[in-house]
Nanobody, 125 residues
């Protein structure tokens, strides 16, 4: 599976951004697509994820109520709508995909075997 991420950019605190990730290649309805981020000098962390089949969603506590992940199965696309952005959301965001990931493993980066290029999100204070 190949992943193409788009979106990101520079926004002021309180603003919004939208990230999209399109999967191509050997895709299936068993895909789970997620977003992770890595801030400078920090380890990668989970942000949000969604199963393309059934739509099960998981969010990191730090983004609940502000970020919304959605899917378009026909286009093999996952979208992360980010509202009420904070400076601490500044990071490189990575799209990831994995097949047949069990529910308990959806938030672990090790469950995903396809990764897109990162896209920078910068939130100014």
């Amino acid at each position: 599976v190949q992943l193409q991420a788009s979106g990101g950019g520079l926004v002021q605190a309180g603003g919004s951004l939208r990230l999209s990730c399109v999967a191509s290649g050997r895709t299936s309805t068993r895909l789970t697509m997620g977003w992770f981020r890595q801030a400078s000098g920090k380890e990668r962390e989970f942000v949000a994820t969604i199963r393309l089949s059934g739509g099960t969603i998981r969010y990191a506590d730090s983004v609940k109520g502000r970020f919304t992940i959605s899917r378009d199965n026909a286009k093999n696309t996952a979208v992360l709508q980010m509202n009420s952005l904070k400076p601490e959301d500044t990071a490189v965001y990575y799209c990831a995909a994995g097949e047949s990931i069990i529910l308990s493993a959806m938030t672990s980066g090790e469950s995903y075997d396809s990764w897109g290029q990162g896209t920078q999100v910068t939130v100014s204070s």
